[in-house]
């Protein structure tokens, strides 16, 4: 050991110096690790809503888009599509959406905000499989429906507004995503007016 006389004064540098620099390695380190507890773009993108141009919608007309990795349908109907729909009403397990799962704009006749345009997930209430849509073909299912949604893998039934018929392994309607029109040909699924 040396007998030199202790410098306190450059001991007292190199403590503070050595506990800043450590102070700084140790923020530098937790910022990134705070960082990746916030979500990833593509999740933030994976729930964002989706913007639906129906401009170049026809009359009968079925388009698709995803939304929160869900195929969400959006439909032209026609003015006998939404006459036909008063005539299986009592053939209907929950006719008037009544069930706590829906939207309050679900709840009326036509599920909808418009009459003549249609938004639902395209997603069986059962299982979760993607039923068809059966238009002109849906009578050999419904008698006295020419239009509807069929689920092939367990033989669940839904009309033009995606409530379903009674004795049918799904128990619930269609499930109506939060949209809301931006315009006259724009739908931003995924978001309700008035909701942020």
């Given amino acids: 050991m040396s007998n030199a006389p202790v410098d306190n004064g450059r001991r007292r540098f190199l403590t503070i110096a050595t506990s800043v620099v450590g102070g700084v390695g140790a923020a530098g ?3 990134p690790f705070i960082a990746s507890w916030n979500p990833s773009e593509r999740a933030k993108s994976a729930g964002a809503p989706v913007e639906v141009d129906i401009s170049k919608l026809e009359p009968g007309q079925l388009i698709r888009v995803e939304w929160r990795g869900k195929p969400v349908w959006v439909i032209s109907r026609t003015p006998k599509m939404l006459e036909d729909m008063k ?3 009592g053939q209907l397990r929950d006719p008037a959406s009544e069930e706590p799962q829906q939207l309050d704009s679900a709840k009326n006749p036509y599920r909808s905000k418009r009459p003549e345009i249609f938004v639902a997930v395209g997603i069986c209430t059962h299982l979760g499989c993607s039923p068809s849509f059966l238009q002109g073909g849906f009578g050999e299912k419904v008698e006295g429906t020419e239009d509807g949604f069929f689920c092939p893998c367990h033989g669940s039934k ?3 507004a995606g409530r379903v018929f009674q004795a049918v392994p799904a128990p619930l309607n269609l499930e109506i995503p ?3 029109f931006i315009d006259e040909t724009t ?3 995924g978001e309700e007016e008035g909701v942020a």
């Fill in 178 to 180: 939060p949209y809301t």
């Fill in 158 to 160: 839904f009309d033009m």
């Fill in 187 to 189: 739908i931003l699924v």
């Fill in 29 to 31: 380190a937790a910022v």
């Fill in 87 to 89: 005539a299986h009403e």
